[in-house]
């Protein structure tokens, strides 16, 4: 009968991406081979999700922005490609609500929101 080899439950690889060093782990769930290692990588997670939500904030304000240049100018009444052709991003909003009949979803952004008039056409509101 032939003896295979046990492997060694705490014999491990670092899961930080530019380290994968050998160790030997203290426990069982320990994934990485020091401190500074895990440091890293969590670090290196929260940049990501940072970065994720820095890019929506990004649009929304500019959304906002846009709607806010449009309405003080006395420009309530748009047309989507316009908006589209200053850089707003119809899909990134802050909230919705139904309109009065309940059939369309109304968009807010911030404090302005957007009801269709016709079929490319769109009402500025101010919120608040």
Request: charged share 25%.
């Amino acid at each position: 009968m032939e003896a295979t080899a046990v492997k060694d439950p705490y014999q491990k690889t670092c899961k930080y991406i530019s380290c994968v060093k050998s160790f030997k782990a203290k426990r069982l769930n320990q994934e990485f081979c020091c401190s500074e290692c895990k440091k890293k990588a969590n670090n290196g997670k929260a940049s990501q999700l940072r970065q994720l939500i820095n890019q929506v904030d990004w649009q929304l304000k500019l959304n906002r922005k846009i709607l806010e240049a449009f309405y003080l100018d006395g420009k309530t009444i748009v047309n989507i490609d316009v908006l589209q052709a200053n850089g707003f991003d119809y899909l990134k909003h802050t909230g919705s609500r139904a309109d009065a009949n309940g059939k369309y979803t109304i968009p807010e952004f911030y404090n302005y929101s957007l009801e269709k008039t016709s079929n490319n056409q769109l009402k500025i509101n101010k919120l608040w």
